[in-house]
């Protein structure tokens, strides 16, 4: 989440913007933190306050892209100095479906909490929980697969 | 509140598993027998001499530039190794010839252009080097 450079692709027609890999790693991390206190805190009002503000978090991410979120500005102002200079480059759309599921499954979580329904809160509360994790710890896009394969299988053999 | 935490890092841990086990195969090296040898007039780019890395990418594939970063170094540390790096997006014919499923997928190809093995997802750097262990060294060419 750094520079958009608008590298050229294969398909001229589609404008596509490209991403520090390392960007949406930092996003969930971030979310991993929010995500993990809010499991703790559990159904209550301060837990679902705080997958509110997530939800929030989410919302440029998924309308835009991971590059316009608050963390993305937070990583491009205090964690990319420290890093090495970008060398590698992805696409936003993936990640920015992340962003969207993400978004979608912290609302359903607030929906469950605000309902008193503890199982949902922590169910969709924990699937947060889950995918960020791995995309923090393992740099391994849950949303981002699902994204690809959704493309593969709807997308028109020639 | 003792049972949370130990549920949640249950979960992780499983999660982590999961992950683990299933990507313990990527760039593994799988050695194939297909029929039928590919030409550099349909890859659009030369093929090496002694062997070439196929790399089928697509624009979206996150790991694909990193690999094809990899597989252009280790290619230039032997003689006679090209990478040749297809769009599967735009390459759908050869995309479902080799049942390209996930990108990156590599095809290693002999001398002879017939695909000798295969690694699907990124591989390592010692993957990408035994995979050409398929496509030997030739012998002297050519002795007059």
Not at chain 2, 9 to 30: E, N
Not at chain 2, 35 to 64: D, H, I, N
Not at chain 2, 73 to 90: L, M, N
Not at chain 2, 118 to 135: F, N
Request: aromatic share 8%; with cysteine.
């Amino acid at each position: 989440m750094t520079h958009e450079s608008q590298a050229p692709l294969a398909n001229p027609a589609s404008t596509d913007v490209r991403i520090d890999v390392r960007g949406p790693r930092f996003g969930a991390a971030v979310t991993l933190v929010l995500a993990l206190i809010a499991l703790l805190l559990g159904a209550t009002v301060a837990g679902v306050v705080l997958m509110a503000v997530l939800a929030v978090l989410f919302v440029p991410g998924a309308i835009v892209g991971p590059q316009a979120t608050l963390q993305a500005s937070l990583f491009k102002r205090f964690v990319l100095p420290r890093l090495a200079p970008t060398t590698e480059t992805e696409s936003f759309r993936a990640p920015r479906f992340a962003q969207q599921i993400g978004l979608a499954f912290s609302v359903l979580a607030v929906l469950f909490g605000a309902l008193d329904s503890s199982v949902g809160f922590f169910i969709f509360a924990g699937f947060v929980t889950v995918a960020s994790f791995l995309n923090a710890v393992f740099n391994f896009c849950l949303g981002c697969e699902i994204y690809l394969l959704a493309k593969r299988s709807t997308t028109r053999h020639a | 509140m003792l049972i949370r935490v130990l549920i949640i890092i249950g979960v992780l841990a499983l999660a982590s598993l999961g992950y683990l086990w299933m990507s313990r195969r990527d760039g593994a090296v799988r050695r194939v027998e297909v029929s039928g040898s590919v030409s550099s007039e349909t890859l659009g780019a030369t093929r090496g001499y002694r062997a070439t890395f196929v790399q089928f990418s697509t624009p979206l594939c996150a790991k694909c530039p990193g690999t094809a970063t990899l597989l252009k170094q280790v290619a230039s540390e032997y003689k006679d190794v090209a990478h040749i790096e297809i769009d599967a997006s735009e390459r759908l014919d050869l995309a479902r010839r080799f049942d390209v499923m996930r990108t990156p997928t590599i095809l290693v190809l002999d001398t002879d252009g017939v695909v000798v093995a295969r690694m699907s997802g990124a591989p390592s750097v010692s993957q990408a080097r035994e995979s050409l262990d398929a496509a030997p060294p030739l012998s002297q060419p050519y002795s007059i």
